[in-house]
């Protein structure tokens, strides 16, 4: 096992830096999720970790090794890819052998190997079958087995569950999760999902552009974006964002008012989740900011919760997600009053 | 009504392509005398033609042409598998290239058979199978190589890069893992190739119309100046039609596909 070190990792198509100088350092023994919109250049990043893409220019370390002018063979990586690439040709024992039998390991560690690996992923009874033969679900555990019996440095995974259906998806994180526990491995986890990229990372790295934007524990970048993209990306419903300015110590944006202590005068973007905005009654005093009135457009219950549409000023509504409990005579088309959680602002500039 | 239609319309069909073969097969065990008469449906069958057209060499030619064939198609398979995975999978060329490929099959044969002739002679191969294989390259590697193109464009390569990973370096995963995705096309472009092959009369006749002829040189052979000899020139079809038919009936559907080749990608 072994951590990953990126050094101005670039990778250039034409005259467009697909991957641009990026430094990373992938721990240790942890799931590492890189997650932003496609085409940011997540797919790039991984296949150049994995020594199927050559980088423009830039380092890539793993462990002491520098592997950047080595071949993938020779790299002690494992790669499950979005669409399995299972080997039509040869029987799911063969397929999970496969890297094994490439190195020239021996009979006996091979069999026990893939029993191993077989069992853990439930997938014993399915040996002798041909992959064709094979359901989406059964096909992802043969590709996730056939990586961990090579007992590689590190796992890279390129969008492993999108093929998958939603419930079976669900499913499968938890099973990845489980096994990345149990192996103690280095995982490094492609998605565009923001919400599997939560459930997953112990470590989240969140890319637009072909540049990281932020990286930390999930629960940090949620809590404490460090600028609009991510403050958007990372969360749904997404992050309401209310462009203002700041003057004498008084936030105003859209008709909503709020005085900040600190605030450097200058125009900024006001950013509050939706579960930060609340009724007037429902936040004691000293935690609220200043009420302020909105046009309910839509309510959306959603169960235990639900989701409204406000209207201030502007075109773009505020989304809110409240609970149910407290809707009470709420109708829709009627004016309300809100505050913010004033412990929960954002302020970009 | 419609059914009616498809049926009839099917016979026609059935009656068009059938009919000269059926032709021939009558042809080729008439007599001389019955052959005058190409009316006459009631006659006694004889060997007569066959026998001279065995006894006239005919099978040392198709044997002629088996070689040419057979050292044509494998030349052409490695030759055109490469291209074609260079062409599918690393892009060599651009999409121009994949295009392009054919073009060389729109050249009048007439205008590469003069230099062929020159290059045979001072090699000092002319009337041997050297100067007619090259010859019969020229227009079998690129439809192979076209062939190809489909066949490796529909193999995911992810496939490849899997087996880089798991530690096969390029040339074993192309050989190991890529290949045997395509190998049902390889067989297809192998049977069409020989029949391209088999098939051609115009650089065997020129480069090697001498001693060592192939089929379709012997056969065009029975246009005597005695005239046509009908008989024993339907038996020599035969024997150059029969083989061609069975190999294509077996492999049609892949030969489909495969003919639909580098198109099929942008
Ligand atoms: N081989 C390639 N040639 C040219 N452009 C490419 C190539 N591979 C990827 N790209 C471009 O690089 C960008 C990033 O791609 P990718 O890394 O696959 O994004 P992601 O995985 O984040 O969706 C995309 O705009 C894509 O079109
Ligand atoms: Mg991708």
Redesign the pocket.
Known sequence: MAGIRLERLT?R??S?N??DGIDLEIAEGQFTV?V????????????MIAGL?EPTSGRIYIGDRDVTDLEPKDRNIAMVFQNYALYPHLSVRDNISFGLRARKKSKAVIDERVEYAAHLLNVRELLDRKPGELSGGQQQRVAIGRAIVRQPEVFLF??PLSNLDAKLRVEMRTELLRLQRALGATMVY?T?DQEESMALADELVV?NA?SIQQRGRPQDVYDHPTNTFVSTFIGSPAMNLVEGEIASGVYEGRGIRIAVLDGLPGPVTLGVRPEHIHFIDDLPKEEATEPFEALVDVIEPLGARAMLSLRVGGSQPLRAVVDSRWLGGLIEGEFSEFVFDRNRLHFFR | MMNRLRRVLIAVALLIVVFPYAWVVISSIKSQADLSDPTRLVFTPTLVNWRAVVEGGILGSAATSVVVGVVTVVIALISGTLAAYSISKLRTGGDKTRFTVLLSEMMPPAVLVIPLFFLALSAGVRDTLFAVIPAHLTFVVPVVTWFMIGFFDAVPDELEEQARVDGYGRVRAFSKVVLPQVLPGLGAAAIFAFILSWNDLFYALILAGGNTRTLPVAIAGFNTFRGVELGTMSAAILISVVPVLTASFFVQRRLIQGLSGGGVKG
């Open positions: 990778k198509y034409g467009k697909v991957v890189l932003g919109p496609s085409g940011c250049g997540k797919t790039t990043s991984l296949r893409v390129d969008e492609v565009h890319m072909g």
